[in-house]
């Protein structure tokens, strides 16, 4: 079954602490994997892909196929980052299978 | 670019009563995506359009949800008759598509629905 698991609804972590948001999924092809953020009062964005590789808003996620998992990475949080982030999955006909998402709340 | 516009942004009506949400993509993205976000889960497909067309509506409750797209651009999600079990968000999102070999969605506001 194609399926996208996070499972941490909520993580809190001190400003200036490293982040993991944990994504992982069960997909029988080459998977292509997103993360998308949803920022307090605003609509839901793409964050990162994992095929571009690149960091945005010093957040990188490292695709593990031997793992199947796709965790999110930043190493000092930043306020600013708190948000819900969702984990996708895009299957070949290009929709998404997501995680329910989990709620960071970075503390002063 | 102008983003996906959706409209109303919040509705509140009572069980047995019908609903018509409203989404306007961003000009020249062929894909067109209608989401059902209940509380606490993840954005869950309910049908995609390709340019008028339906690719994909395996997920749609029929016997109640409608959705169309006519001329390609715009399209109408309606709900009847709603059920206490529709409350939720109702995300409309979309992409250029397949034929520019790019996937990435851009979301609208949403519409928040509850049924009473």
């Known amino acids: 079954a194609q399926r996208v698991t996070q499972p941490e609804k909520l993580l809190s972590v001190f400003k200036g602490a490293p982040v993991e948001l944990k994504c992982n999924y069960s997909?029988?092809?080459?998977?292509?994997l997103f993360w998308y953020v949803q920022y307090s009062r605003q609509r839901l964005q793409l964050l990162l892909r994992?095929?571009?590789?690149?960091s945005i808003k010093g957040f990188t996620a490292d695709l593990n196929k031997g793992e199947t998992s796709f965790h999110l990475k930043k190493p000092f949080a930043q306020e600013e980052d708190s948000a819900m982030y969702y984990c996708?999955?895009?299957?070949?006909?290009?929709?998404?299978?997501w995680g329910a998402g989990t709620k960071l709340i970075i503390k002063p | 670019e102008a983003g996906v516009a959706q409209s109303p942004r919040y509705k509140i009506i009572e069980k047995r009563q019908s609903v018509a949400f409203w989404c306007n993509p961003i000009?020249?993205?062929?894909?067109l995506y209608w989401y059902q976000q209940i509380l606490g889960q993840g954005p869950k497909l309910l049908i995609q359009?390709?340019?008028?067309?339906?690719?994909?509506d395996s997920q749609l409750p029929k016997d109640r949800f409608s959705a169309e797209r006519l001329k390609g651009v715009d399209s109408t999600l309606k709900i009847q008759p709603a059920k206490l079990e529709d409350s939720a968000v109702y995300l409309c999102?979309?992409?250029?598509?397949?034929?520019?070999?790019?996937?990435?969605?851009?979301f609208g506001p949403g519409t928040r629905l509850t049924v009473l």
């Open positions: 996708a999955l895009s299957r070949s006909n290009y929709q998404l299978i």
């Open positions: 997909y029988s092809g080459s998977p292509e």
């Open positions: 994992h095929i571009s590789r690149e």
């Open positions: 000009s020249g993205h062929a894909t």
């Open positions: 359009f390709q340019n008028n067309g339906v690719v994909d």
């Open positions: 999102a979309s992409s250029y598509g397949p034929d520019r070999g790019t996937d990435t969605q851009y």
